[in-house]
């Protein structure tokens, strides 16, 4: 059974970084892809980045573009989200999903696995 553990999430100022972690355990990884959506209250869950296990190929949503970077350490088992930039439109929970192929990464209802989400927080 695929588990995945989110870390990383807190309050930071508009303008700073935060990096977010999450542990994955339960694999091999080989033919998944690995996702961190969000959301905010009283809004539908949100795409962030994407990247394939096996090759690193990432897909980032539009808002996030350029500002945050998605990583994954095969060692480690691990697939990072590092933000900058933040904005207060980003404070929202942040949840990492895991599931099997690469097509359409982006989409919320094709993940099979989740984490129990990290709340970011970003003043203004």
């Known amino acids: 059974q695929v588990q995945l553990v989110e870390s990383g999430g807190g309050l930071v100022q508009a303008g700073g970084p935060l990096r977010l972690a999450c542990a994955a355990s339960?694999?091999?990884?080989?033919?998944?892809?690995m996702g961190w959506f969000r959301q905010a209250p009283g809004k539908e869950r949100e795409f962030v980045a994407a990247?394939?296990?096996?090759?690193?190929?990432?897909y980032y949503g539009e808002s996030v573009k350029g500002r945050f970077t998605i990583s994954r350490d095969l060692a480690k088992n691990t697939v990072a989200m590092q933000m900058n930039r933040l904005k207060p439109e980003d404070t929202a929970v942040y949840y990492c999903?895991?599931?099997?192929?690469?097509?359409?990464?982006?989409?919320?209802?094709?993940?099979?696995?989740w984490g129990q989400g990290t709340q970011v927080t970003v003043s203004s």
């Open positions: 339960g694999g091999p990884f080989s033919y998944y892809v």
């Open positions: 999903a895991a599931r099997r192929g690469w097509s359409d990464p982006g989409a919320v209802g094709t993940y099979e696995y």
């Open positions: 990247i394939r296990w096996s090759g690193g190929n990432t």
